[in-house]
């Protein structure tokens, strides 16, 4: 998801991103109680539905529709990662400092191929519910109750107090969007991250999907969202024993040039085991100096993050959704990996009957001329 899709910048990942979050995260709370945050306008009269932070200089035209419904509750029979108490991830903090990207034993591989399974179906069926007029918290509630059939903890569910079993970005939100009252409008894209801890394991992976005919039919929407999905199955192909970590973001940021768009530096694909974020950090620009060389065992996520616009991003008041600075579109996909003998294992590959999928780039004025 990847949640914080290690979704740092390198030099917070360097001083350890679980650390830095969880330091931040509590400051931020302290903070929040001491000045919680008014709503200068009055509730809807026939909804109930407010914006908790209308002084906020928003960049886009998306908006926070809450109240946000109660954090969701998952049975004890279910096994919970260390954070569900309390929100703070200590398993991570541990590695703090360290480089080390582990190196997962046959049957370590196993639980990532089941907990990916699972994650898939849970996207999937997720993304069959993407359609005007329902809410983000409903496809919430959705993953959520799917993930229970599947003996699964939701992993984002108070991973550094994040409110919800799925992140659900909109527009021009770049990641971290948290499900609330808004209905889906014809003409939106939505990304809907998913990640499942399952036996010990943690899956993760999302996709960018169309809301409506509109959407489809928008020149922009379909160039970010399916350059954030060509971006990514280029990255993949480079996958294999001995590929550099620094290496996919020149693929992505190339392709992602090509296109008129940029890319998200702030946040990055990270390792995934045990643990929800760890080594390697794989940044998706250009240039970068990320350490580390792919071997066999090891198990990441790529998660490009492609905009219309300015690669710049601005964090909302919750302290989660971040959005483009310029308020134009951003789309997202992600895959969890795992590096074989002789190459890669997408881990939560789609499947056959699996909703969304690429649709035609538009035809440019440039491609135009150079067909004539």
Same mark, same amino acid.
């Given at each position: 998801m990847g949640t914080d899709s290690f979704f740092c910048s390198q030099d917070c990942f360097k001083r350890s991103w679980s650390e830095h979050k969880a330091i931040h995260k509590a400051k931020s709370n302290i903070l929040s109680n001491l000045f919680p945050p008014k709503v200068v306008s009055e509730p809807d009269p026939a909804t109930g539905h407010f914006n908790p932070f209308p002084s906020f200089q928003f960049t886009g035209s998306l908006r926070p529709v809450y109240p946000l419904s109660?954090?969701?509750t998952v049975p004890k029979s279910i096994p919970h990662p260390d954070y569900a108490k309390d929100g703070i991830p200590r398993s991570e903090q541990k590695f703090v400092g360290r480089h080390n990207i582990t190196i997962l034993n046959k049957e370590q591989q196993e639980g990532m191929r089941k907990v990916c399974r699972l994650a898939r179906e849970v996207l999937d069926i997720a993304a069959r519910e993407v359609r005007p007029g329902v809410t983000t918290d409903y496809i919430d509630e959705v993953v959520h109750k799917a993930c229970l059939e599947r003996n699964s903890y939701p992993s984002p569910l108070n991973y550094m107090h994040f409110p919800k079993s799925v992140c659900t970005s909109i527009n021009e939100t770049i990641c971290h969007g948290i499900p609330d009252q808004r209905p889906l409008e014809d003409g939106d894209i939505?990304?809907?991250?998913?990640?499942?801890?399952?036996?010990?394991?943690?899956?993760?992976?999302?996709?960018?999907?169309?809301?409506?005919?509109?959407?489809?039919?928008?020149?922009?929407?379909?160039? =970010?969202? %399916?350059?954030?999905? @060509?971006? $990514?199955?280029?990255?993949?192909?480079?996958?294999k024993p001995g590929m550099l970590f620094r290496e996919p973001g020149n693929v992505i940021e190339k392709l992602a040039k090509s296109r008129n768009c940029s890319v998200v530096k702030t946040y990055c694909g990270h390792g995934i085991n045990q643990l929800f974020h760890c080594a390697p950090n794989v940044p998706h620009y250009a240039k970068n100096k990320a350490v580390g060389t792919a071997k066999p065992g090891m198990c990441f996520t790529i998660e490009p993050m492609i905009n219309i616009g300015t690669h710049r991003d601005r964090t909302w008041p919750d302290d989660w959704t971040s959005t483009t600075a310029d308020g134009s579109l951003s789309a997202q996909f992600e895959h969890t990996l795992l =590096?074989? %003998?002789?190459?890669? @294992?997408? $881990?939560t590959a789609r499947l056959p009957d699996s909703p969304g999928g690429p649709i035609p780039m538009p035809v440019t004025e440039d491609a135009k001329t150079a067909e004539n």
């Open positions: 109660p954090m969701r939505i990304n809907i991250d998913v990640t499942l801890y399952h036996n010990g394991f943690h899956g993760d992976l999302n996709e960018t999907y169309y809301v409506g005919e509109k959407a489809r039919a928008n020149p922009d929407a379909v160039r =970010v969202v %399916e350059t954030s999905r @060509e971006c $990514l199955d280029k990255a993949i192909e480079l996958v =590096v074989t %003998e002789d190459g890669v @294992e997408v $881990l």
